[in-house]
């Protein structure tokens, strides 16, 4: 016959194997939107360049060097952000897994407590209090002597249920186990933050080249054939100088901000770890009360 031991382990793995699946489904719901994500930024990016060639009177096929390395530049830094991000996102995970592990122990700890309190009621003792007490009782009840009635109300009074140790230690692994939980979704609530924050940094990588500015054709006919003129024989030059050189500026601003976002995040995560360690703490020292640990 299966014990109670074999029973709690075999619970606690089944819990396991979902909290893995479910840390497992979160992180690829991360890498998935911020991949999809990715490739859009990619793609507006390039097609901005694309309609400032073609503006410009060339081929695309003319300035794939330049084009590549403006992109590869924008790739890095998508990189070096989410990379950061993704960090930060495991260092939450870990957080919940540790919190689980707590779970667990308080989960086990109930069991254990309950399956005492169950043997215990059945115990030589628990029948000697039972008795103790009906005996101070039914004084109580029959005596017509103040003294004897006092004394043994005192008693009453005082006899102490050997239960209660059982109930508050029960009650005290409940409320850790839910405290914990309380945390957990928070956590959990911080990993939903963390994709869109991480689209938020890519929105703030790509703020020079959302699809918005890609070249249009402004002004009157006039105008409009003069620049197409003008374009024919400088727009190579003027490509190069209009559009790459002002995106190069652009990324040295791009590397520095990306900078200081990836030491945001940084600070973040530290901070947010030191907030779960202090809710734990809080939560370890209210059972130690509770259970006069």
Same mark, same amino acid.
């Given at each position: 016959?299966e ?8 619970q ?34 390039e ?9 410009y009177?060339n ?8 084009k590549?390395r ?6 890095a ?18 957080e ?22 169950k $043997? ?11 008795? &103790?007490?009906? /005996?101070?009782?039914? *004084?109580? !009840? %029959? ?12 008693l009453l009074?005082?006899l ?5 140790t059982y ?30 924050a991480?689209?938020?940094d890519?929105?703030e ?10 070249v249009?054709e ?28 002002k ?14 976002i $990836? ?11 030191? &907030?779960?360690? /202090?809710?734990?703490? *809080?939560? !370890? %020292?209210e ?6 640990e």
């Amino acid at each position: 016959m299966e014990n109670v031991g074999t029973r709690l382990m075999t619970q606690i793995r089944d819990l396991s194997e979902l909290e893995v699946q479910k840390l497992e489904i979160q992180i690829a719901k991360f890498n998935k939107e911020i991949s999809e994500y990715y490739e859009t930024k990619i793609s507006t990016i390039e097609e901005n360049i694309d309609s400032q060639i073609r503006y410009y009177g060339n081929n695309i096929s003319d300035h794939k060097e330049e084009k590549d390395r403006i992109l590869n530049k924008y790739k890095a830094e998508f990189q070096k952000n989410y990379d950061t991000r993704k960090e930060q996102f495991f260092n939450i995970q870990v957080e919940i897994q540790e919190l689980q592990a707590n779970q667990k122990i308080a989960f086990a700890n109930f069991k254990k407590v309950a399956e005492d309190r169950k $043997s215990f009621l059945e115990s030589s003792k628990y029948a000697e209090y039972i008795s &103790k007490k009906q /005996e101070f009782q039914k *004084v109580v !009840n %029959s005596t017509v002597n103040r003294e004897e009635f006092e004394k043994y109300s005192e008693l009453l009074e005082n006899l102490k249920d050997p239960l209660d140790t059982y109930t508050s230690k029960l009650e005290a692994l409940i409320n850790k186990y839910a405290g914990y939980d309380e945390i957990i979704l928070e956590c959990e609530a911080k990993l939903t933050d963390c994709i869109l924050a991480t689209k938020k940094d890519f929105d703030e990588i790509t703020r020079y080249r959302n699809s918005d500015v890609a070249v249009i054709e402004g002004g009157n006919f006039i105008t409009n054939l003069i620049n197409k003129i003008l374009n024919k024989f400088a727009g190579k030059s003027k490509f190069e100088k209009d559009v790459i050189q002002k995106m190069e500026s652009e990324l040295v601003e791009v590397e520095k901000n990306n900078l200081a976002i $990836s030491d945001s995040i940084n600070e973040q995560t530290i901070y947010l770890v030191a &907030k779960i360690e /202090e809710l734990r703490d *809080v939560i !370890n %020292s209210e059972f130690n009360l509770a259970t006069n640990e």
